[in-house]
T-cell receptor
Framework: EAQVTQNPRYLITVTGKKLTVTCSQNMNHEYMSWYRQDPGLGLRQIYYSMNVEVTDKGDVPEGYKVSRKEKRNFPLILESPSPNQTSLYFC?????????????FGPGTRLTVT | QKEVEQDPGPLSVPEGAIVSLNCTYS??????FMWYRQYSRKGPELLMY????GNKEDGRFTAQVDKSSKYISLFIRDSQPSDSATYLC???????????????FGAGTRLAVHP
């Protein structure tokens, strides 16, 4: 089954404790992206990757890191999480970086930072 | 001012009603317009996609884009309880204006269709 998977689905952590949210897709997609979703603000892009070893900042990259060492994986790293990073996070992928390509979203990771 | 404005609702309608969901936007460079549907505790999934202006119909769903007014709509006919979800509009620029696959989303409208 074609899908984007994220782990963990739920995470509660404390301020400053490094964490990684994994994202994997099995569709051989070139383009992958991370979003956060907050009430009243919609989905905002954090980082994106056009291909292996090619990443760039989205609209809200502060406090986050990403890497793309393999085509299928695009982990999101919070090196020192803070309470304002409490949010619902989505990974997405698409076949290509063109704007007409459908983005497929993972099921989401709900992160709480206390 | 946000680039994309969308009334968050919630919108509650009886089964069988016609639902109208709308977004306005400020950036005239947007060329690609989408509607995503997001069920509770799930990721968004693409529902409708339109390039530039005009209408597009898919079953009970119709998407309209009015670029002159910077206004897009999604109509749902004969709404069903299974349509209860949050509907997100999303937009993207063309490749020629730096529009890689970056979507600008509205905040989403929560829709509840009750039997």
């Amino acid at each position: 089954e074609a899908q984007v998977t994220q782990n963990p689905r739920y995470l509660i952590t404390v301020t400053g404790k490094k964490l990684t949210v994994t994202c994997s897709q099995n569709m051989n997609h070139e383009y992958m992206s991370w979003y956060r979703q907050d009430p009243g603000l919609g989905l905002r892009q954090i980082y994106y990757s056009m291909n292996v070893e090619v990443t760039d900042k989205g609209d809200v990259p502060e406090g986050y890191k990403v890497s793309r060492k393999e085509k299928r994986n695009f982990p999101l790293i919070l090196e020192s999480p803070s309470p304002n990073q409490t949010s619902l996070y989505f990974c997405a992928s698409s076949l290509s970086g063109g704007p007409s390509y459908e983005q497929y979203f993972g099921p989401g990771t709900r992160l709480t930072v206390t | 001012q946000k680039e994309v404005e969308q009334d968050p609702g919630p919108l509650s309608v009886p089964e069988g009603a016609i639902v109208s969901l709308n977004c306005t936007y400020s950036n005239s460079a947007f060329q690609y317009f989408m509607w995503y549907r997001q069920y509770s505790r799930k990721g968004p999934e693409l529902l409708m996609y339109t390039y530039s202006s005009g209408n597009k119909e898919d079953g009970r769903f119709t998407a309209q884009v009015d670029k002159s007014s910077k206004y897009i709509s999604l109509f749902i006919r004969d709404s069903q309880p299974s349509d209860s979800a949050t509907y997100l509009c999303a937009m993207s620029r063309s490749m020629f204006s730096g529009g890689y696959n970056k979507l600008i989303f509205g905040a989403g409208t929560r829709l509840a269709v009750h039997p």
